[in-house]
């Protein structure tokens, strides 16, 4: 497996496997302890709204301090700060002042990180290999997530929401380890202008964030809720539906590296817009809810090798991969946002939730017709790419 011989893209890998046991023991729980909490669907809902909306403000800092320290340090800190989101939540106990805390640090610590983090990755890695150094990365991570879910679910039905959470936090912070020795990425002053890809990445992003609105965050509250508000038999599902996830991103990878780009990205939106109806139609029955989890998630993965393959070539090919993504993360923050706030709306105003669940397909539809139009700009869909 030649394309693992990047070594600075294996410790980034590793350092994103450790980051995926702490989001799959912690952040895989973020709205449903809201929910367990005390706070309402809508609110909930809205909660990720200011999120993204502080996010977007706080990565305009970004920029000035790449330029002075290069990303290494500042992907080290937004780790670091992730972390400490999670002492912040196990306060929260409805609308009050520790849920205003935990959306600020939320927000600054992932302002700080994403942007960093694409960018290392879009410098460090392979053009030729991307989609298989993708497919290993997002395989890694969920077959970590297979157990990272259980572990959450007891350590905060065994410790409570402080000792749980707490554990969550150092988890988080260890994922810092494997970068140390990762090289540093220097950001130029005056770098020369974007290139018009941007704008197809910027647009990629758009129905990336409406899709993980509807998709993820939307159906996050529909299982806690369809499981009876059940911590532990909550992180069982996400465990399941981890293991499916696991089995799906390795071979997409390697289908997108041979030139099937196009094809890739057709059948893997086509699959998820059946899932995300799948979804739709368990809402209120257990068994459903949780198989509907599974499929789920094993179709998720395509869809991430997929779009991010043509994201970070993209990057790569910029004048500067920082302020690529730093653009074109706005994007993701707008169809996000956009997702939420129009799935608070129809959920105060009475709609069902498989409703509000069935409008991933309006994503999917964009980020099939995206990846589509920007493979067959590229190579052949049935030429492979040499390697």
């Not at 952040?27 to 502080?54: E, K, N, R, W």
């Not at 150092?170 to 130029?188: F, M, R, T």
């Not at 004048?319 to 799935?343: K, N, S, Y």
């Amino acid at each position: 497996m030649a394309f693992l011989t990047n070594s600075a893209v294996n410790r980034a890998n590793l350092h994103y496997a450790i980051q995926a046991l702490a989001m799959g023991a912690g952040g895989v729980f973020f709205l449903a302890y809201l929910l367990h909490a005390g706070v309402s669907v809508p609110v909930t809902l809205l909660t990720q709204v200011a999120i993204v909306a502080c996010r977007y403000g706080a990565r305009q800092g970004v920029l000035p301090l790449a330029r002075r320290f290069g990303l290494k340090p500042l992907l080290i800190a937004g780790a670091l700060m992730m972390g400490a989101q999670y002492p912040l939540l196990s306060q929260v106990r409805g609308v009050d002042g520790w849920l205003a805390a935990t959306v600020v640090m939320a927000s600054v610590g992932d302002a700080l990180y994403w942007p960093c983090y694409h960018a290392f990755f879009a410098a460090l890695g392979d053009s030729e290999a991307r989609g298989r150094q993708i497919g290993a990365r997002e395989a890694a991570a969920a077959a970590v997530g297979v157990v990272a879910p259980l572990l959450g679910a007891w350590m905060l039905t065994r410790f409570g929401p402080l000792g749980g959470f707490g554990v969550v936090a150092l988890i988080q912070a260890a994922s810092a380890l494997p970068l140390l020795g990762a090289p540093n990425i220097g950001i130029e002053r005056r770098p020369a202008p974007e290139r018009p890809q941007a704008r197809m990445a910027m647009a990629l992003f758009v129905a990336d964030g409406w899709t993980a609105a509807c998709f993820f965050f939307v159906w996050q509250v529909v299982l806690f809720i369809s499981l009876g508000r059940n911590l532990a038999a909550y992180g069982g599902a996400a465990a399941l539906a981890a293991l499916a996830g696991a089995a799906a991103g390795l071979m997409t990878g390697r289908f997108i590296d041979l030139g099937h780009g196009r094809r890739a990205a057709l059948i893997a939106n086509l699959v998820f817009a059946v899932a995300a109806l799948l979804r739709a139609a368990s809402v209120g029955s257990p068994w459903l809810a949780v198989g509907a989890n599974a499929l789920g998630a094993f179709v998720a993965t395509p869809v991430v090798a997929a779009t991010m393959t043509a994201v970070y070539n993209l990057a790569k090919a910029s004048p500067c991969a920082l302020r690529f993504h730093v653009a074109i993360e706005g994007g993701w923050d707008l169809g996000c946002a956009a997702g939420c706030l129009t799935a608070a709306g129809l959920i105060a105003a009475g709609a069902p939730l498989s409703a509000v669940i069935g409008l991933t397909v309006l994503g999917a539809g964009a980020n099939a017709a995206l990846l589509w139009r920007h493979y067959a700009a590229g190579a052949s869909d049935d030429a492979a790419v040499p390697a």
